[in-house]
């Protein structure tokens, strides 16, 4: 068998053109399992589960992205580039900061600010792009949440690239409002600009950074249910 990409196992059309895309594979197991009829796995390579399956009668794949900038990189461009994916949800965790935020919450983010040389290394020195997620998508999520009963928090991220990081200012981000970080939105929206197709990032708080709240392991892979319907009916509804 020859495979389409290099680290997707998957033939053509076995892959839906809206891919939610967790970070963890063992979400992308339980989300598929969960919450999809009629599921096909559709990728095993390097354990990064990938399955397709129906949700409301609507095609739908789920593809675990693995951690941070560089591995969501790979398997956004291959999906977009290799699938024809044209929706791509980061359905994942986000550690908390500011007063307002608390474990659990749900957030949409709007923008992905990030400390990635992504940026410096596409644009050249002096260039500051802003990672922005797509409107529709955005729209079409805060609309579904509202009429589930579901209250988010909409606005900017931190897409960091490193887990363990000392050095940040993290008061001065809560200040200017950032909402909380994680590591892989802002790859994920500047990809698909680059591509013209549609991103956003739907993320419940795991933990929260500055009072040191958290959720177990075992939470974070399967509690999450109303992010996982939310992104499941932005997929289905925005055009």
Do not use: W
Not at 173 to 186: C, D, V
């Amino acid at each position: 068998m020859i495979l389409m990409s290099t680290h997707i196992g998957a033939q053509a059309n076995e892959i839906a053109e809206v891919v939610l895309m967790p970070g963890d594979p063992l979400r992308a197991k339980y989300i598929a399992e969960t919450f999809l009829e009629d599921i096909h796995q559709y990728n095993t390579v390097r354990n990064a589960f990938g399955y397709t399956g129906s949700y409301k009668g609507h095609r739908v794949s789920i593809q675990a992205s693995g951690m941070g900038i560089p591995s969501i990189s790979i398997y956004a461009n291959e999906l977009i580039q290799f699938y024809g994916v044209k929706k791509l949800i980061r359905v994942g965790t986000c550690g908390g900061m500011g007063t307002d935020i608390h474990v659990r919450d749900v957030v949409i983010a709007q923008a992905a600010s990030t400390d990635s040389a992504i940026i410096n290394n596409t644009f050249g020195s002096g260039m500051y792009y802003a990672p922005t997620a797509d409107f529709k998508l955005l729209l079409a999520a805060h609309t579904a949440a509202q009429q589930q009963g579901i209250t988010v928090k909409v606005g900017n991220i931190l897409s960091e690239d490193r887990f363990y990081n000392d050095e940040i200012d993290r008061n001065k981000l809560i200040e200017y409002g950032i909402l909380g970080s994680e590591m892989e939105s802002a790859a994920l929206y500047m990809l698909a600009a680059k591509y013209h197709v549609q991103a956003l990032a739907i993320l419940t708080i795991s933990n929260h950074i500055i009072t040191g709240e958290e959720t177990t392991a075992e939470e974070r892979e399967k509690s999450f249910n109303e992010m996982i319907a939310l992104s499941l009916e932005t997929a289905i509804s925005a055009d």
